[in-house]
């Protein structure tokens, strides 16, 4: 066997590879802690700076905002003497500007005959015409060291009356850069010696034990390995693959014979939590698991030998060479009338090298409730569509009276309009409303719960429904005169309403009569809506509430209904603290009533 070379040795080869990827990292991790220290330095420099000059610049409003006498300093004076008190050893040179791009002082005393000058740097003009700061970063010429130019504008309330021109020695914060960088080097190179001894050492420890696995390889001849492994070197793991290689030789003949029963084997452990039936090459049944049993509802005493065609009820539709040629599984619909049952079959060939068939894998999977999911999420879009419809039908009812010619007259176009565009604002309520259903099961839900005048506000929403009806429906209303004053949610309680006040239109007869009844309790009130519509079997009646349930669904979906209304109201009414109920006889008529917490009490605040 091939001896190791020094350089094709794993050993030095990890100790190369551990001191680059660390001598990588520091730097990244340097130039990116340099970049942003420097940045921070810069930033906080800077920052100090323009505090003072902030503090400079009201100090220079008050000069030249204050009223003057004749005998009193001229401007450029108390300009002066501000500038006398803001003095720092990183701060070269302060100027006064105002709006025409005068000198009105300087902080630099050989520099004083600038004082009543024009302007010429460009950075003072930007910031007067775009009433912003304008810095920047330069080299003094002078010294070679940066500076930092600042131009900031001087406001007086919204107006800008002038700049203050600063120039500033940032070199320190360069030069402080310049040490850390020779400290962060030393670092490196320090870090560096210590990394290439520990990978030394750690090497030693990966290398021997992949020794002492080329040692036992040679010894497990008789191991299960199925794959030829590609030989990239002479290291250590090269040497252990050529072992390996060699203990292939002698497993293959085994392995061939063996590989057909092993891929049976794992298809079946694979799946034994769902139903698993397996068929020899002619299709008949030779294993079923009992959960394969449990959902076909058939023994196994009556289905082993038996084609599996036969058994999953598609001899009709498919023969075994057909199906072991269907690459996508197969829905089987066991559901009857009032129960529904939906099975998915996944189907897997068991074929030998040469392509031969040696059998079928069928993992069948009880997909019921998901489909009743997905039954239900289809539903939801019709649902949305039943609770925008009433405030779609005011919005077109008024439109429409617009169109006709309401909106010449100043005094109903306006509140037409007004309609309008709260049916459309509640609206988009209501739809987040219906989106957000769940989130109303939560024990924290919030309401936006305020005082209102209850008989009031019924008979308001009656109004509009009274305006916007399309059958021959009389209301029949039963309200208290005096004013019930409750708190509650409007826009919620409305949509309760509205859900119920349109279910009882939609399944009232040709002239019939929806009555409302408000009846005030000790502790609260009780809301009826009853009409004359088609009923509600008795066995019906306590799943009117849940949702996505109706009653008569092929008349509901002709009425545009979706069994969400009163799931929806219940979902309200209970948020507020009240409960709701329905009273039915078939063929005579439906009442929803419900109640909301009353404290009579409280009246007396409000009168």
């Given amino acids: ?89 990183d701060i070269s040179e302060v100027r006064i500007i105002d709006r025409s791009l005068k000198i009105l002082g300087t902080s630099d005393p050989n520099n004083q005959g600038v004082v009543g000058q024009r302007t010429t740097e460009l950075k003072v003009k930007r910031s007067l015409a775009l009433e912003e700061e304008q810095s920047s970063i330069l ?12 131009a900031s ?42 990394t290439a001894l520990l990978g030394i050492l750690l090497a030693r420890t990966i290398t021997r034990p992949i020794s002492d696995m080329r040692r036992q390889a040679v010894a497990m001849t008789k191991g299960n390995f199925s794959r030829k492994v590609k030989v990239y070197g002479y290291d250590e793991i090269g040497t252990l693959a050529i072992t390996f290689n060699n203990l292939t030789k002698k497993l293959q003949e085994a392995q061939a014979m063996t590989e057909g029963e092993r891929r049976k084997l794992s298809s079946v452990l694979s799946y034994m939590t769902d139903g698993v039936i397996a068929t020899d090459r002619k299709g008949r049944v030779i294993l079923i698991n009992d959960p394969a049993l449990e959902m076909l509802d058939v023994s196994r005493e009556t289905v ?54 040696n059998g079928l894998i069928t993992v069948l999977h009880d997909i019921t409730e998901q489909e009743k999911i997905n039954m239900e999420r289809r539903e939801f879009v019709s649902n949305v569509s039943h609770e925008l419809r009433t405030p779609l039908t005011t919005m077109r009812s008024y439109l429409e009276a617009l169109e006709d010619g309401a909106w010449k007259d100043e005094e109903v176009a306006p509140n037409f309009l007004e309609v309008t565009r709260n049916e459309t604002e509640r609206m988009i309520r209501l739809v987040n409303d219906l989106l957000q259903l769940s989130k109303m099961d939560s024990p924290d839900y919030q309401l936006s719960k305020e005082w209102v005048n209850f008989v009031e506000f019924f008979d308001r929403i009656i109004d509009r429904f009274e305006m916007t009806k399309e059958q021959h429906v009389t209301f029949k209303r039963s309200l208290p005169k005096e004013a019930i004053l ?72 002709k009425l545009g209904g979706t069994g969400l209304g009163l799931a929806i109201a219940k979902e309200m009414v209970q948020a507020h603290g009240g409960s709701i109920w329905v009273k039915s006889e078939e ?10 917490p009353y404290e009579p009490s409280e009246e007396d605040e409000w009168v």
């Avoid at 080299?139 to 600042?150: E, N």
């Avoid at 670092?187 to 560096?192: K, M, N």
């Fill in 153 to 194: 504008p001087i406001k007086s309330g919204k107006k800008v009356i002038g700049s203050i021109y600063l120039v500033a020695k940032i070199e320190s914060v360069f030069a402080q850069m310049k040490t850390i960088n020779g400290i962060f080097a030393t670092g490196t190179g320090i870090a560096l010696s210590i």
């Fill in 304 to 357: 082993v030998s038996q084609p599996i065609v036969t058994l999953l009820g598609l001899s009709d539709t498919y023969t075994f060479e057909e199906l072991i040629e269907v690459n996508d599984s197969l829905i089987l619909d066991y559901s009857t009338k009032n129960k529904p049952y939906i099975l998915r079959a996944n189907l897997s060939v068991i074929q030998k090298e040469t392509g031969f068939v």
């Fill in 1 to 89: 066997m091939r001896k190791v070379g020094f350089f094709q040795s794993i050993h030095v080869k990890f100790v190369i590879i551990y001191v680059l990827l660390i001598l990588v990292a520091m730097q990244i991790i340097g130039v990116y802690f340099v970049k942003q220290l420097q940045a921070t330095l810069t930033t906080n420099f800077q920052t100090s700076i323009k505090e003072r000059v902030n503090l400079l610049a009201y100090n220079v409003v008050e000069q030249m905002d204050k009223d003057r006498n004749p005998q009193d300093p001229t401007l450029e004076e108390d300009i002066k003497k501000v500038l006398r008190d803001f003095s720092a050893v």
């Fill in 486 to 557: 409750i708190e509650i949610d409007e826009d919620k309680l409305t949509q309760v309403l509205d859900n119920i006040i349109s279910n009882a239109m939609k399944y009232s007869p040709e002239g019939g009569q929806i009555t409302f009844f408000v009846k005030e309790e000790e502790d609260k009130i009780i809301v009826s809506i009853k009409d004359q519509g088609i009923g509600i079997p008795k066995e019906n009646i306590g799943k009117v509430f849940d949702r996505f349930y109706r009653v008569d669904k092929a008349r509901s979906r």
């Fill in 139 to 150: 080299i003094d010429p002078q010294t070679g060291h940066r500076i930092w130019v600042l």
């Fill in 587 to 596: 063929g005579k008529g439906t009442e929803i009533l419900f109640s909301l």
